[in-house]
C-alpha cells in the first residue's frame, strides 16, 4: 500500500462558468428542442484530483477487512437515501452474458448460478454487478467481492471503503454505499465506486477506483475522491443514485439531489487520466429542481464514432409532469483541451405510447408489490430509468436500450417499459420499439436491460406476488422476431425463499 500524492485530495477548488440561462427549466420540463434552450446550462469545471495507489493484494486486503456478515435477528440499517422531492435502482448485469442470443438460438440457461455477497443487514441492498474475460465482481451497499467466471471466490467480500485504508479523510471512514462497478472493455480494467456523506464543512464527495491492469486482484488500484459542490453557489452537492457509464473520452455519471432543494447534476470524469493515475478533472452542470434523474449511456461493444457524445436519457409521464409521455434525450459533450466550452443539450424528446408510472399511490417511491404471508409491500420507483441505458455501435445504426417500471393494466400491476432506439450515426434518435412486459397477474420490476451484439435483447427483472416469493426471472427476443414482443419463454434465475418482513419498503435499488 502506498500514496502517489501529499495530500488526500489535491484541487479540491472548482472554478464556475456561471449559473444557468433563465429559460433553461422549463426548456428541460416541457421538452423543447435544443434550439429553443437558450444555449443550455453552463459547465462547472474541476480543478485535477491527484489519486492515491494502492498496490495491496485483494486477499491480503480482504483478510485485513471483511465485510460484516448479518443474521437473522440480527439489526436491519435502511439507508434513506432517496427522498420523495427527488430519487432510484439497479440489478446485477455483464455485457458479455448475452452473446449467446445468437439467431436461431433460444434464450440461452446460464452456465454459472452460484451465491454472492451475503447480506450485510443493509436497505436497500444496492446489488449491482459486472464481468469482464476472466473476472465476475459484485458490490452491494457496503462490500465488494471478486470472483472468477466458475464462481470460485477469488477476495472479500470487504468493505468498500476498505479500499481506502491508510488514505484518510471521508472515503477511508464512511462506507456509505450507493456502489456502481463497471467493467471497461475498451482499456480492459474495471471501476469502482460509492459516495462519502460527510456533510458540514466536509461536503460529499464521489469515491472511484480504477484497476491499474486487467488484473482486479493483484493488479492495484488508482483511487480517486472527487468532492461534489454546485457550481453556481459553492455549496456540497449530494450525488444521490450515481449511475456511472463508459464512454470513450469520459466517464459518465448521472447523480440526483435528495435535499435541500432538489435538483439534479451531471458528471464526466477525465477517463484518459484515470487510467494512466494521472491528476484527473471533472465537468459538471446542474440542473435545478423539480426534474427527473438522467441516465448516462453506457458503452458495449465497438466505440463509437470519434466525437459522439455521452446521450442522458429520462422517460416523462405527462399525467404528473406535464406534457405527453415521452423520452427525453441529451448530448453530453466534454472537451477536457478547454473544458469551459463542454455542452450539455436537449437533443430529442420522442413520444411514447402511453405509460402511467402511478402505483397504489402518487408517491413517487411507489410502494405497490405484495409478498406471500405479509402485508409488507415493495418499493417500485416507477419514476427512475433503471441502470443501465446500454449503447452499442452496429456499423450501419447505433442502440441504445433502456427500461422503467410502469402500471401495466390500470390496476396497479406493476410491468416493464421496455425501449429500443435507433439512428444513424450524427443522425436524430428515434424508438425503434417499445413493449410491455407483463404475462400474467403477477409483479415484475426493476429491470435491466441489454442489447447484444447481434441485436437481440435480454431483459431480467424482479418477480413477486401474494403466492410468489421475490426472486429474479429474465426474458429476451431475436433481432427477428415482431417488434415490440419479448418473446423468448420466461426463465427463473433464482426462485425466492422469503419475503422481506422488514418495516421499510426499500427495495433492490
Known amino acids: 500500500m502506498g500514496t502517489a500524492a501529499p495530500e488526500w485530495v489535491q484541487g479540491a477548488r472548482s472554478r464556475s462558468f456561471r449559473a444557468f440561462f433563465p429559460g433553461l427549466l422549463g426548456a428541460l420540463l416541457l421538452g423543447l428542442p435544443a434550439a429553443a434552450q437558450e444555449g443550455g446550462p453552463q459547465p ?12 495491496t493484494n485483494m486477499r491480503a486486503l480482504a483478510a485485513e477487512a471483511e465485510a460484516p456478515t448479518w443474521s437473522e435477528g440480527d439489526p436491519v440499517r435502511t439507508v434513506e437515501d432517496l427522498r420523495e422531492e427527488m430519487g432510484p435502482t439497479e440489478p446485477v448485469r455483464g455485457p ?21 455477497i451475503p447480506a450485510t443487514g443493509v436497505l436497500p441492498p444496492d446489488t449491482v454487478g459486472d464481468v469482464g474475460p476472466n473476472h465476475y465482481i459484485q458490490m452491494v451497499n457496503s462490500a465488494f467481492a471478486i470472483y472468477d467466471k466458475s464462481g470460485n471466490l477469488l477476495a472479500g467480500p470487504t468493505p468498500i471503503n476498505a479500499l481506502w485504508s ?11 454505499g450507493d456502489p456502481i462497478v463497471r467493467y471497461d472493455h475498451l482499456a480492459d480494467r474495471w471501476l469502482m465506486s460509492q459516495f462519502a456523506l460527510p456533510g458540514g464543512n466536509q461536503g460529499f464527495f464521489e469515491c472511484i477506483a480504477i484497476s491499474r491492469t486487467p488484473d482486479p486482484v493483484a493488479g492495484g488500484w488508482f483511487l480517486y475522491a472527487f468532492p461534489t459542490n454546485d457550481g453556481t453557489t459553492g455549496n456540497p452537492v449530494f450525488p444521490d443514485y450515481p449511475k456511472i457509464g463508459v464512454w470513450p473520452d469520459a466517464y459518465y455519471m448521472g447523480t440526483q439531489r435528495s435535499f435541500p432543494n432538489g435538483g439534479l447534476d451531471v458528471w464526466a470524469f477525465e477517463r484518459d487520466q484515470m487510467l494512466a493515475g494521472a491528476p484527473a478533472a ?4 446542474s440542473i435545478p429542481a423539480p426534474s427527473l434523474f438522467l441516465m448516462p449511456s453506457d458503452l458495449d461493444g465497438p466505440p463509437p464514432p470519434a466525437g459522439t457524445p455521452n446521450f442522458f436519457l429520462r422517460q416523462v409521464d405527462g399525467e404528473r409532469f406535464g406534457g405527453n409521455d415521452r423520452l427525453e434525450i441529451f448530448a453530453f459533450s466534454v472537451d477536457w483541451t478547454n473544458p469551459a466550452t463542454s455542452t450539455f443539450i436537449q437533443v430529442s424528446s420522442l413520444a411514447t405510447e402511453p405509460f402511467d408510472s402511478v402505483l397504489c ?35 450501419t445504426h447505433e442502440g441504445m436500450v433502456i427500461n ?20 444513424t450515426p450524427g443522425g436524430a434518435w428515434g424508438i425503434f420499439q417499445q413493449g410491455t412486459y407483463a404475462p400474467d397477474r403477477e409483479h415484475r420490476w426493476m429491470g435491466s436491460i441489454a442489447l447484444d451484439r447481434d441485436g437481440n435483447i435480454g431483459l431480467g427483472y424482479s418477480v413477486s406476488s401474494r403466492t410468489v416469493f421475490p426472486g429474479i426471472r429474465r426474458t ?3 433481432a427477428s422476431d415482431p417488434p415490440g414482443m419479448m418473446t423468448q419463454p420466461e426463465a427463473t434465475i433464482i426462485d425466492g425463499a422469503g419475503a422481506q418482513t422488514h418495516s421499510s419498503s426499500r427495495y433492490g435499488n
Do not use: K
Not at 99 to 113: D, E, H, S, T, Y
Not at 166 to 176: A, K, S, V, W, Y
Not at 362 to 372: D, H, K, M, V, Y
Open 44 to 55: 462547472n469545471v474541476y480543478e485535477p484530483v491527484a489519486p492515491q495507489v494502492l498496490d
Open 96 to 116: 458479455g452474458a448475452l452473446r449467446a442470443f445468437a439467431p436461431p438460438a433460444m434464450a440461452p440457461v446460464p452456465g454459472v448460478n452460484f451465491e454472492g
Open 166 to 176: 491508510g488514505f484518510g479523510g471521508p472515503c477511508e471512514t464512511l462506507n456509505n
Open 282 to 285: 471533472m465537468v459538471q452542470f
Open 361 to 395: 399511490s402518487a408517491t413517487l417511491l411507489g410502494a405497490c408489490i405484495p409478498q406471500p404471508g405479509v402485508s409488507q409491500v415493495l418499493e417500485t420507483l416507477t419514476v427512475w430509468p433503471m441502470w443501465p441505458l446500454q449503447f452499442r455501435n452496429f456499423g
Open 404 to 423: 422503467h417500471t410502469v402500471d401495466a393494466n390500470g390496476n396497479d400491476l406493476a410491468g416493464i417499459r421496455w425501449y429500443e432506439l435507433r439512428r
Open 476 to 478: 429476451g427476443r431475436l
